[in-house]
């Protein structure tokens, strides 16, 4: 008489749970190097889109509001030779913001870059945030101006209705616009100036003499 054979044994629990959660990773990665392979080919289409010309566009054409006393197409003239930046850039240049807001930030006018949009299909729009002239600094060969912070202005800047610093000695041939002026009278007299807004302020050994406006002296400690 033959005997009944024996029903197999279930497999272990372990055996069980570890199936879907292989399924689960397996999933995840298929998913993981379909994306993976989608960003590569965005960005190799973008590689191979940005050069064309239908993309380029001229730094000339960037729609910005211009410092005082001096046009949009002069200013952003300045911007390029200060940085030596490309006449044409590509819209579609992933690093294209850093890239003009590190160019614009380099020119002496300019205390921040608020903004950078790019709207298609050519508008490139910088936003700027400019140094305020806060004293007139009177020189042998005329005004030279900075602002609050006592940092030097291009020679187009504005000297009417500014405060005069007088007695200054004559500013040094290397300093340059965007630099701070050298020494530290300048840059004090710039603070004392932004607070008080006087006509003429002058050091002296007792401190800031002031001339008022309306002709009254104030004097202010160093």
Not at 11 to 23: G, H
């Amino acid at each position: 008489m033959k005997r009944a054979k024996k029903a197999p044994a279930p497999p272990p629990k372990a055996t069980r749970t570890t199936r879907p959660i292989v399924a689960v990773v397996l999933t995840l990665g298929v998913a993981g190097a379909l994306l993976f392979g989608l960003s590569r080919l965005g960005d190799e289409a973008r590689r191979n889109i940005g050069p064309r010309d239908r993309y380029a566009v001229r730094f000339a054409d960037i729609q910005c509001e211009p410092p005082p006393n001096t046009s949009r197409e002069t200013f952003l003239t300045e911007v390029r030779y200060s940085t030596q930046i490309e006449p044409t850039f590509q819209i579609l240049d992933p690093d294209l913001k850093k890239k003009l807001s590190t160019a614009f930030t380099a020119h002496p006018w300019v205390a921040s870059v608020d903004a950078v949009t790019i709207e298609a299909p050519d508008v490139v729009t910088v936003a700027l945030t400019f140094r305020k002239p806060a004293l007139a600094i009177l020189q042998s060969g005329g005004k030279r101006v900075v602002d609050a912070k006592g940092v030097i202005l291009p020679i187009s800047a504005p000297t009417d209705g500014l405060p005069e610093l007088l007695n200054v000695p004559a500013l040094p041939a290397n300093a340059v616009a965007g630099q701070f002026w050298p020494g530290d009278v300048v840059v004090r007299a710039a603070a004392v100036a932004a607070e008080y807004k006087p006509q003429t302020i002058e050091r002296t050994p007792q401190g800031w003499q002031l001339i008022q406006r309306n002709g009254q002296k104030l004097m202010v400690a160093k």
